[in-house]
Protein backbone atom coordinates (compact mmCIF):
# COMPACT_ATOMS: atom_id res chain seq x y z
CA UNK A 1 0.00 0.00 0.00
CA UNK A 2 1.85 3.47 -0.79
CA UNK A 3 2.72 5.51 2.25
CA UNK A 4 3.66 8.95 2.02
CA UNK A 5 7.33 10.65 2.57
CA UNK A 6 8.26 12.95 5.99
CA UNK A 7 9.36 15.64 5.00
CA UNK A 8 10.06 19.30 6.82
CA UNK A 9 9.88 22.87 6.39
CA UNK A 10 11.94 25.52 8.59
CA UNK A 11 9.88 28.37 8.99
CA UNK A 12 9.75 31.65 10.87
CA UNK A 13 8.16 32.72 14.31
CA UNK A 14 8.88 35.86 17.41
CA UNK A 15 11.54 33.44 18.70
CA UNK A 16 13.33 32.30 15.93
CA UNK A 17 12.91 29.28 13.64
CA UNK A 18 11.10 25.97 14.15
CA UNK A 19 10.25 23.18 12.26
CA UNK A 20 6.59 22.14 10.26
CA UNK A 21 6.49 18.56 9.38
CA UNK A 22 4.37 17.25 6.34
CA UNK A 23 3.68 14.23 4.67
CA UNK A 24 3.63 14.08 0.93
CA UNK A 25 2.03 11.67 -1.39
CA UNK A 26 3.11 11.37 -4.42
CA UNK A 27 1.65 12.27 -7.78
CA UNK A 28 1.29 11.07 -11.42
CA UNK A 29 4.36 13.47 -12.37
CA UNK A 30 6.45 16.17 -11.78
CA UNK A 31 4.01 18.75 -13.03
CA UNK A 32 1.02 17.23 -11.01
CA UNK A 33 -0.91 19.56 -9.57
CA UNK A 34 -0.69 20.24 -5.62
CA UNK A 35 -3.20 19.66 -2.91
CA UNK A 36 -2.52 20.84 0.93
CA UNK A 37 -4.92 19.11 3.40
CA UNK A 38 -5.22 20.75 5.95
CA UNK A 39 -6.53 19.26 9.75
CA UNK A 40 -8.43 20.35 12.44
CA UNK A 41 -7.25 21.79 16.33
CA UNK A 42 -6.20 18.75 17.83
CA UNK A 43 -5.66 16.31 14.73
CA UNK A 44 -2.29 15.95 12.54
CA UNK A 45 -1.67 15.73 8.63
CA UNK A 46 -2.31 11.43 8.86
CA UNK A 47 -6.01 11.99 9.07
CA UNK A 48 -6.15 12.43 5.53
CA UNK A 49 -4.40 9.38 4.76
CA UNK A 50 -7.86 7.71 2.57
CA UNK A 51 -8.37 11.36 1.06
CA UNK A 52 -4.55 11.32 -0.31
CA UNK A 53 -4.27 7.80 -0.97
CA UNK A 54 -7.02 8.13 -3.35
CA UNK A 55 -6.89 11.70 -4.78
CA UNK A 56 -2.94 10.96 -5.43
CA UNK A 57 -3.43 9.35 -9.27
CA UNK A 58 -4.10 13.49 -10.09
CA UNK A 59 -2.37 15.68 -6.99
CA UNK A 60 0.51 15.95 -5.40
CA UNK A 61 -0.94 15.23 -2.28
CA UNK A 62 0.66 17.52 1.37
CA UNK A 63 -0.71 17.34 4.38
CA UNK A 64 1.23 19.12 6.80
CA UNK A 65 1.46 18.77 10.76
CA UNK A 66 0.59 22.21 12.00
CA UNK A 67 3.45 23.61 14.49
CA UNK A 68 2.62 22.06 17.68
CA UNK A 69 0.81 18.57 16.00
CA UNK A 70 2.04 15.47 15.24
CA UNK A 71 6.31 15.68 13.62
CA UNK A 72 6.25 19.34 13.96
CA UNK A 73 8.08 21.27 16.63
CA UNK A 74 6.45 23.07 19.51
CA UNK A 75 6.59 26.64 19.42
CA UNK A 76 8.62 27.65 22.39
CA UNK A 77 6.06 30.64 22.95
CA UNK A 78 2.67 29.50 23.21
CA UNK A 79 1.16 32.96 22.13
CA UNK A 80 2.19 31.79 18.68
CA UNK A 81 -0.24 29.12 18.31
CA UNK A 82 -2.60 31.37 16.18
CA UNK A 83 -4.28 31.40 12.49
CA UNK A 84 -2.36 34.08 11.45
CA UNK A 85 0.90 32.42 12.57
CA UNK A 86 -0.38 29.23 10.77
CA UNK A 87 -0.62 31.20 8.19
CA UNK A 88 2.59 32.41 7.74
CA UNK A 89 3.98 28.66 7.55
CA UNK A 90 1.93 27.95 4.49
CA UNK A 91 3.57 30.45 3.11
CA UNK A 92 6.81 29.05 3.76
CA UNK A 93 5.95 25.40 2.69
CA UNK A 94 4.04 26.92 -0.31
CA UNK A 95 7.76 28.20 -1.65
CA UNK A 96 9.30 24.82 -0.09
CA UNK A 97 7.22 23.56 -2.91
CA UNK A 98 7.88 25.52 -5.75
CA UNK A 99 3.96 26.62 -6.72
CA UNK A 100 2.18 29.30 -7.12
CA UNK A 101 -1.09 28.03 -6.60
CA UNK A 102 -2.82 24.55 -4.82
CA UNK A 103 -5.92 23.24 -4.26
CA UNK A 104 -6.95 23.20 -0.57
CA UNK A 105 -8.68 21.11 1.77
CA UNK A 106 -9.81 22.22 5.18
CA UNK A 107 -11.06 20.71 8.21
CA UNK A 108 -12.28 23.15 11.04
CA UNK A 109 -8.92 25.03 11.80
CA UNK A 110 -7.30 24.03 8.54
CA UNK A 111 -10.31 25.45 7.07
CA UNK A 112 -9.77 28.46 8.84
CA UNK A 113 -6.28 28.76 7.64
CA UNK A 114 -6.92 27.79 4.10
CA UNK A 115 -9.17 31.03 4.04
CA UNK A 116 -6.44 33.27 5.67
CA UNK A 117 -4.07 32.29 2.99
CA UNK A 118 -6.57 32.99 0.23
CA UNK A 119 -7.35 36.41 1.27
CA UNK A 120 -3.98 37.75 2.01
CA UNK A 121 -3.85 40.79 0.20
CA UNK A 122 -1.43 40.80 -3.22
CA UNK A 123 -0.41 42.83 -6.03
CA UNK A 124 -2.50 43.32 -8.97
CA UNK A 125 -2.30 40.21 -11.43
CA UNK A 126 -1.10 37.98 -8.77
CA UNK A 127 -3.45 34.85 -8.74
CA UNK A 128 -4.69 33.70 -5.05
CA UNK A 129 -1.95 30.81 -3.54
CA UNK A 130 -5.74 28.92 -3.46
CA UNK A 131 -7.40 27.90 -6.85
CA UNK A 132 -10.22 25.97 -5.17
CA UNK A 133 -11.45 25.55 -1.57
CA UNK A 134 -12.78 23.36 0.19
CA UNK A 135 -14.10 23.95 4.00
CA UNK A 136 -14.82 20.81 6.07
CA UNK A 137 -17.28 22.17 8.87
CA UNK A 138 -15.91 25.67 9.47
CA UNK A 139 -16.97 28.78 8.60
CA UNK A 140 -16.83 32.59 9.67
CA UNK A 141 -19.36 32.48 12.88
CA UNK A 142 -18.44 29.61 14.95
CA UNK A 143 -20.58 28.72 17.72
CA UNK A 144 -19.40 29.85 21.03
CA UNK A 145 -20.93 26.73 22.71
CA UNK A 146 -18.65 24.53 20.48
CA UNK A 147 -15.93 25.99 21.97
CA UNK A 148 -16.18 25.78 25.43
CA UNK A 149 -17.20 21.95 24.76
CA UNK A 150 -13.65 21.40 23.08
CA UNK A 151 -12.04 23.32 25.67
CA UNK A 152 -13.30 20.87 28.07
CA UNK A 153 -10.67 18.24 27.26
CA UNK A 154 -8.62 20.20 24.59
CA UNK A 155 -4.65 20.12 26.81
CA UNK A 156 -5.59 18.11 29.57
CA UNK A 157 -2.70 15.67 30.49
CA UNK A 158 -4.41 12.06 29.47
CA UNK A 159 -1.80 8.93 29.67
CA UNK A 160 -2.96 5.50 28.51
CA UNK A 161 -2.32 1.87 28.94
CA UNK A 162 -2.29 1.11 25.06
CA UNK A 163 -3.10 2.93 21.75
CA UNK A 164 -6.57 0.77 22.02
CA UNK A 165 -6.99 2.65 25.14
CA UNK A 166 -6.71 5.68 24.20
CA UNK A 167 -7.95 5.43 20.71
CA UNK A 168 -11.66 4.77 23.12
CA UNK A 169 -10.97 8.08 24.98
CA UNK A 170 -11.01 9.98 21.78
CA UNK A 171 -13.93 7.85 20.24
CA UNK A 172 -15.70 8.68 23.72
CA UNK A 173 -15.31 12.86 23.05
CA UNK A 174 -15.60 12.82 19.01
CA UNK A 175 -19.37 11.54 18.56
CA UNK A 176 -19.54 14.26 15.91
CA UNK A 177 -17.24 12.37 13.92
CA UNK A 178 -20.08 10.49 12.83
CA UNK A 179 -20.18 6.15 12.52
CA UNK A 180 -17.12 4.29 11.84
CA UNK A 181 -15.80 0.53 12.21
CA UNK A 182 -13.16 -0.12 14.70
CA UNK A 183 -10.52 -0.67 12.10
CA UNK A 184 -11.39 2.73 10.90
CA UNK A 185 -10.98 4.87 14.13
CA UNK A 186 -8.11 2.99 15.36
CA UNK A 187 -6.75 4.13 11.99
CA UNK A 188 -7.18 7.33 12.55
CA UNK A 189 -6.21 7.32 16.13
CA UNK A 190 -2.84 5.81 16.03
CA UNK A 191 -1.17 8.72 14.90
CA UNK A 192 -2.23 10.58 17.35
CA UNK A 193 -0.03 9.26 20.13
CA UNK A 194 3.25 9.06 21.03
CA UNK A 195 5.27 6.23 23.63
CA UNK A 196 5.78 8.11 26.76
CA UNK A 197 7.52 5.06 28.97
CA UNK A 198 5.57 2.64 29.64
CA UNK A 199 2.49 4.53 28.86
CA UNK A 200 0.87 6.54 25.87
CA UNK A 201 0.18 10.26 25.50
CA UNK A 202 -1.48 12.34 22.89
CA UNK A 203 1.24 14.24 20.06
CA UNK A 204 -0.01 17.65 20.44
CA UNK A 205 1.48 20.32 22.64
CA UNK A 206 -0.93 20.89 25.67
CA UNK A 207 -0.06 24.39 25.06
CA UNK A 208 -2.26 25.06 22.01
CA UNK A 209 -4.81 25.42 24.06
CA UNK A 210 -3.77 28.14 26.06
CA UNK A 211 -4.69 31.28 23.55
CA UNK A 212 -7.71 28.97 22.99
CA UNK A 213 -8.85 29.34 26.11
CA UNK A 214 -8.68 32.99 25.92
CA UNK A 215 -10.91 33.34 23.53
CA UNK A 216 -13.99 35.20 25.60
CA UNK A 217 -17.30 35.73 23.37
CA UNK A 218 -16.25 39.47 22.89
CA UNK A 219 -13.10 38.15 21.04
CA UNK A 220 -15.19 35.55 19.28
CA UNK A 221 -17.40 38.16 17.99
CA UNK A 222 -14.67 40.36 16.75
CA UNK A 223 -13.27 37.52 15.20
CA UNK A 224 -16.25 36.20 13.44
CA UNK A 225 -16.35 40.22 11.69
CA UNK A 226 -12.80 39.82 10.47
CA UNK A 227 -13.70 35.92 9.04
CA UNK A 228 -16.62 37.43 7.63
CA UNK A 229 -14.26 39.82 5.58
CA UNK A 230 -12.04 37.53 4.55
CA UNK A 231 -14.52 35.28 3.34
CA UNK A 232 -16.37 38.04 1.38
CA UNK A 233 -12.98 38.71 -0.21
CA UNK A 234 -12.54 34.77 -2.01
CA UNK A 235 -12.82 34.66 -5.45
CA UNK A 236 -11.43 30.88 -5.59
CA UNK A 237 -14.47 28.26 -6.24
CA UNK A 238 -15.44 27.30 -2.63
CA UNK A 239 -17.05 23.99 -1.46
CA UNK A 240 -18.62 23.60 2.22
CA UNK A 241 -19.33 20.82 3.47
CA UNK A 242 -21.11 20.23 6.56
CA UNK A 243 -22.08 17.56 9.45
CA UNK A 244 -25.81 18.02 9.78
CA UNK A 245 -25.65 17.70 13.52
CA UNK A 246 -22.80 20.26 13.42
CA UNK A 247 -22.69 22.66 16.80
CA UNK A 248 -19.69 24.44 15.54
CA UNK A 249 -21.03 25.91 12.18
CA UNK A 250 -24.77 26.61 12.32
CA UNK A 251 -27.06 26.04 9.49
CA UNK A 252 -27.88 29.92 9.08
CA UNK A 253 -24.25 29.95 8.73
CA UNK A 254 -23.76 27.69 6.32
CA UNK A 255 -26.89 29.26 4.09
CA UNK A 256 -24.90 32.65 4.32
CA UNK A 257 -22.04 31.57 2.71
CA UNK A 258 -23.93 29.94 -0.50
CA UNK A 259 -25.22 33.78 -0.51
CA UNK A 260 -21.70 35.88 -0.08
CA UNK A 261 -18.60 35.78 -1.02
CA UNK A 262 -17.30 32.84 -2.92
CA UNK A 263 -20.91 31.81 -2.71
CA UNK A 264 -19.85 28.33 -1.94
CA UNK A 265 -21.58 25.03 -3.49
CA UNK A 266 -23.15 23.50 -0.13
CA UNK A 267 -23.46 19.50 0.70
CA UNK A 268 -24.97 18.71 3.85
CA UNK A 269 -24.08 15.34 5.47
CA UNK A 270 -26.78 13.85 7.70
CA UNK A 271 -26.05 11.46 11.05
CA UNK A 272 -22.62 13.49 11.55
CA UNK A 273 -21.85 16.35 13.50
CA UNK A 274 -18.08 18.43 13.89
CA UNK A 275 -16.49 17.31 11.82
CA UNK A 276 -17.47 14.59 9.10
CA UNK A 277 -13.63 13.13 8.80
CA UNK A 278 -13.52 12.43 4.55
CA UNK A 279 -12.20 9.42 4.95
CA UNK A 280 -15.48 7.44 3.64
CA UNK A 281 -16.06 6.80 -0.36
CA UNK A 282 -19.15 9.32 -0.37
CA UNK A 283 -17.29 11.84 1.68
CA UNK A 284 -13.92 11.29 -0.66
CA UNK A 285 -16.05 11.56 -4.00
CA UNK A 286 -17.66 14.88 -3.18
CA UNK A 287 -14.59 16.11 -2.23
CA UNK A 288 -13.30 14.99 -6.10
CA UNK A 289 -16.00 15.76 -7.60
CA UNK A 290 -15.78 19.13 -6.78
CA UNK A 291 -12.03 19.54 -7.35
CA UNK A 292 -12.39 17.85 -10.89
CA UNK A 293 -15.32 20.06 -12.06
Not at 74 to 92: E, F, H, K, N, T
Not at 160 to 173: D, K, N, Q
Not at 205 to 215: E, M, S
Amino acid sequence: MTQPRLRFVNCLDSTGLHRMAYWEWAGPGADAPVLVCAHGLSRQGRDFDALARLMSDRYRVVCPDVVGRGRSDWLRQPAGYQIPAYVSDMVALLARLDVEQVDWVGTSMGGLIGLGLASLPRPEGVPSPIRKLVLNDVGPAIRFEALQRIGTYLGKPARFASVAEGAAYLRSISEGFGPHSDAEWLALSEPLFREDGERWKLHYDPAIALPFAAVTPELAAAGEAALWAAYDALRCPTLLIRGAESDLLGAETARQMTERGPMARLVELPGIGHAPTLIHADQIAIVRDFLSS
